[in-house]
Structure formats: structure tokens, C-alpha cells
């Protein structure tokens, strides 16, 4: 019964991908108002519109990256400008749709995709806050998303099929009834079916809160902030559990904070890793474009006792035209050794990109990762997707990506990683093409490659990729499918896999969605299936 409704499943999508009418996933706004830090787009609608999410201006029938998205209206956002091009006052910006994620994670990293392996922006960017005094009287805004999902792996070897469930609640309620006070949450659960017993022994285990925190804004440069958050200007060192304060001197911006960093086992609270630090950061405005440079210190406790004390540098210029640079790096200042504590100066952690836009076809992109390795504290993706997380993120990394022709571009990226401590080096080589517009489905194809050695293994992947919209505004859809070759040098044992995925997006109503994604993983020993469902309310 399984098979004949996968099967079913699989015809329909498609089918309708091949002969659903068709029409860009674009959202048009305007430039309606911009300051030195931030630039504010009007919508129709911001519905579809997620915080991070990349808009981008036309020319010439190209596409090109101009902003990133860091606060949301029911019908503007508050953007950082990442663009040397100058953007004025009514300019035309578009937010492309991309497809509903089947497979979400919570991680400090980011995901690789088919046609992009970068992020525009590195995840520890410090990027300004929205100039409040903007914001027109503290009026009220609240957003949010409840959302619910169903996983199901299913197994032909035998073993029991799996079933999870998840449920999201997101929200973010700014100046409530008009006052000072601002609240955020991010609260997830999940369980498996069958396994409540499980639940109730660690209820920490299932139950996470990414985000619960209140806002008091006394005035346009002072914040004061309780509860668990990420502060975007040290978002290296994670969440903070406890107090923080703010003020704002002009282009100087000064900070500090108290409290505790969540457990590294169920990131519940944890009162015994005492921390406290404080940050101060300059924007500069210089030639065209902006610098800026933040110093933190922070000190870090367990159980009473120093665990670290670490300086933190961040460094962002746009000063050179089409030329981005980004650079993070952490010194630790303490020491213990044998019983022995001392201070020291040990650079520990370092992240240097940059980014060279040299014509409207050719881009170039080259950064360098020693950071320490991601913590996945919810994470649903395969095998094969969490290696190329983990075997591609630091090291060397350079990336080409040129556009010959409208609707058609190449990209090439490369990584190489050498690890001291077991004399091992692990080296990656990314290709891919994709047109935009293929004639009569008017659809979006792309295919990839992808080569990966490491001290253990060596193999590749190749993949296809078919995206379009079904029904203009409506229903989304895509096909994929990924062959898998990897050998395990040390045991010899070889891993050949065929997966193939369709996922599925309708926009039921204006604030309400359905996803719908399967992946089949089939191998010379194993073959399993795996579901994905989800339902989101926006309000």
C-alpha cells in the first residue's frame, strides 16, 4: 500500500511540474524610504517574506543580489544594503520565492543547495539594527507562525517505520499597545509516536527554546532586553540566557550582558556556565562605502570555575567598488593547563571572505573557515546531506559563478581543508549549470556534480533538478534525483545510492500553507523512504 501511494504521489507531481501553468515566483516592491544604515521596501503583502531572506534588484533582464531582509511589516521590510550599486528612492526590488525547505534543521551553519553554496552574507555578520526612530510612533506590529509536521521513515530491511512529530510557534509582537515593551518567541516540540515515555523522562530533550525574550526600548538609542536571544552583534558566542543592554552613541553602538549559556546537551537553561561580556562597535562611513569593526570580551564560567575568557573581532568594509570583505576571528585570553591557570594569547577561531562582483556575468568569491565545528541540536536531513555539511564547511574555499547568456549560468567552487592533528587533508570540488526558462514548461533545470575526498572516504554525487511554479502564486513544485558513489578507504566497503525527491508547496489560503515532501533513498542493501508534511498559520 505504501509503494502504490508513493507511486501515486510521485505521477502527480510530475505530471503537474511538466504541464501546470507557469509564471515567475516574483513579489514586486519599491524603495519607499532609506537612511545610512538601512533601506525600507513596501509590499503588497510580506506573507511569503522571511527575516535573512535576500531581495534583489533587475537590470537587463539579470538578477542581481541588493539586500538582505532584517525586519518585517505586514507590508515593508527593513533591509541592509549588499550592493555597491546606488538604490534610490521608488527603485523596483524583487523577492524571488524559493521552495518550501523539506528537510528544516536548527544549526549555526548554513545548508548546501544545488545553485549556491555561499550565503551572501556569513552567518556571524553583524548587521545594524533598523534606526527606530523610523518606525512611525511605536506603533504596534505582531507577526507570527504556528506550524506542524509529520516525518515518516520508512524501512524495507526490516525495521520499524519511524514516525516524528513537530510543532513551531514563532512570534514577534513589537511595541505592545503602543509601549515600550517588545516580546519574541521561537519555541519548538517534537516527540516520536509511540515513544511519549521518552518525553516525559527529558522533557528538555524534545522541548526547545531558540528564542523568549522581552524588549524594553526607553528611548531611540537605548534597549534593554531579557530572556534567551542571539545578539546579532556577538552571535559567535550563541544564545544568551539573561540580561542585555544596549545604547547608541551616534555611529558608535556599546553593549554588555549577563546571565548564562543554554546546556550543550538539550539547551535547556543552565544556570552553572555563568557568562557575562561587553561589545563595542563603530560604522564608518567611508569613500562610497561603509566599515565596520566590533570588539567584544567576554568571560565564560562552569561550575563557578573560569572556563574561558576570549576576545571577539568582527570587521565588515564595502569601501571598494563591487568588493565585500568579511572577517571574524576569536583570542582566547585564559588558560588552564594541569591544574595551572594563566593568561595567553591563542588565536582559536577565524573566518575571512570576500566577495568580487567584476562584471554583471562574473563573479568571484574566496573565503577561509576555522571555526569551530556546528552543533546540531534538531536536524532532519540524510546521510549523505549531513557529510557535505560537515566534510565542505571549513578550509579553503573558492567560488566562480558567471552568467553567459540570459536564463543560463555556470557556477565552480572548490574547498580544501588540512587538519594538523591527524595529518589529514579532505578536499571538495562543487560544479553546476542551470537555465532558468526552459522552453514550453517554462521551468527552472539545473544539474550538479559533486566531488568529495577525505582521509576516510572518496566518492561524488551527481544530481537534477526541475522547479516551477504550478499555479502562479499558488502551488510550487519540484523533482530531484542524486546518484551517490562513495568508498570507505580504510574498510573498502562501497556506498551507492539513488535518491530521488519531489516536494510539493500550495498556498492554501493568504496565511496558510501545506508542503508536501518525499525522498526515496535506494541502495545495493538498503531502501527506505522518507515523508515530510507541514502545515503553517501565519498571523
Known amino acids: 500500500m505504501m509503494k502504490i501511494a508513493l507511486s501515486i504521489f510521485v505521477i502527480i507531481a510530475f505530471v503537474t511540474i511538466s504541464w501546470g501553468q507557469s509564471a515567475e515566483p516574483f513579489l514586486n516592491g519599491s524603495i519607499s524610504y532609506k537612511n545610512t544604515q538601512s533601506v525600507y521596501v513596501k509590499f503588497e503583502s510580506t506573507d511569503l517574506i522571511n527575516v535573512g531572506d535576500t531581495l534583489f534588484t533587475q537590470k537587463e533582464n539579470q538578477f542581481f543580489a541588493a539586500l538582505i531582509v532584517k525586519n518585517i511589516s505586514s507590508i515593508s521590510c527593513v533591509c541592509t544594503p549588499i550592493t555597491d550599486d546606488e538604490l534610490n528612492i521608488n527603485d523596483r526590488v524583487i523577492f524571488r520565492r524559493k521552495s518550501i525547505p523539506a528537510q528544516p534543521a536548527i544549526t549555526t551553519g548554513e545548508d548546501l543547495e544545488i545553485e549556491a553554496t555561499e550565503p551572501l552574507v556569513p552567518s556571524t555578520i553583524f548587521t545594524p539594527d533598523p534606526d527606530i526612530t523610523e518606525f512611525k510612533s511605536r506603533e504596534q506590529s505582531v507577526r507570527g507562525r504556528l506550524s506542524a509536521s509529520w516525518y515518516g521513515n520508512f524501512y524495507d530491511t526490516g525495521l520499524d517505520d519511524i514516525h516524528k512529530m513537530r510543532y513551531v510557534f514563532t512570534m514577534t509582537a513589537n511595541h505592545i499597545n503602543g509601549s515600550k515593551f517588545s516580546v519574541e518567541t521561537y519555541l519548538s516540540f517534537r516527540h516520536t509516536l509511540g515513544e511519549w515515555e521518552e518525553v516525559k523522562s527529558n522533557f528538555n530533550r524534545s522541548f526547545k527554546a531558540y528564542n523568549l525574550s522581552v524588549l524594553y526600548e526607553p528611548n531611540t538609542t537605548t534597549s534593554i ?171 579553503f574555499r573558492l567560488r566562480i559563478n558567471y552568467r553567459p547568456i540570459k536564463y543560463l549560468s555556470f557556477g565552480a567552487s572548490g574547498g580544501y581543508r588540512y587538519q594538523t592533528n591527524n595529518s589529514s587533508t579532505s578536499k571538495n570540488t562543487y560544479l553546476y549549470a542551470n537555465y532558468s526558462r526552459v522552453p514550453f514548461i517554462n521551468a527552472s533545470f539545473s544539474i550538479s556534480t559533486t566531488l568529495i575526498e577525505t582521509s576516510y572516504l572518496k566518492g561524488n554525487i551527481y544530481g537534477i533538478r526541475l522547479t516551477r511554479d504550478i499555479i502562479p502564486g499558488k502551488v510550487f513544485g519540484e523533482i530531484q534525483y542524486r546518484n551517490v558513489n562513495y568508498r570507505y578507504s580504510r574498510t573498502e566497503t562501497e556506498l551507492k545510492q539513488n535518491i530521488f525527491s519531489t516536494n510539493i508547496s500550495w498556498r492554501i489560503k493568504k496565511r496558510l500553507s501545506l508542503n508536501l515532501y518525499y525522498e526515496g533513498i535506494f541502495g545495493d542493501r538498503n531502501k527506505y523512504n522518507r515523508m515530510h508534511l507541514n502545515i503553517t498559520k501565519r498571523f
Open 225 to 395: 532586553l531579557l530572556g534567551r536571544k542571539i545578539n546579532y552583534h556577538i552571535s559567535n558566542i550563541g544564545a544568551i540566557d539573561g540580561l542585555q543592554a544596549q545604547k547608541r552613541f551616534g555611529n558608535v553602538t556599546t553593549g554588555a550582558f549577563i546571565g548564562s549559556r543554554p546546556d550543550h546537551t538539550d539547551y535547556s537553561i543552565n544556570t552553572d556556565l555563568f557568562q557575562f561580556g561587553g561589545y563595542a562597535s563603530l560604522l564608518s562611513k567611508v569613500r562610497k562605502g561603509t566599515m565596520q569593526n566590533t570588539l567584544a570580551i567576554v568571560q565564560q564560567y562552569n561550575n563557578s570555575l573560569t572556563d574561558r575568557r576570549f576576545a571577539y573581532f568582527q570587521h565588515t568594509n564595502s569601501i571598494f567598488k563591487k568588493v565585500y570583505v568579511f572577517t571574524s576571528f576569536e583570542v582566547d585570553l585564559f588558560k588552564n593547563e594541569n591544574g595551572n591557570a594563566s593568561s595567553t594569547f591563542k588565536l582559536t577561531s577565524i573566518y575571512f571572505s570576500l566577495r568580487y562582483r567584476i562584471s554583471k556575468k562574473l563573479s568571484l568569491f574566496a573565503s577561509y573557515d576555522a571555526r569551530n565545528n556546528i552543533i546540531y541540536y534538531e536536524t532532519y536531513k540524510n546521510f549523505i546531506d549531513r557529510l557535505i555539511d560537515e566534510e565542505t564547511r571549513q578550509g
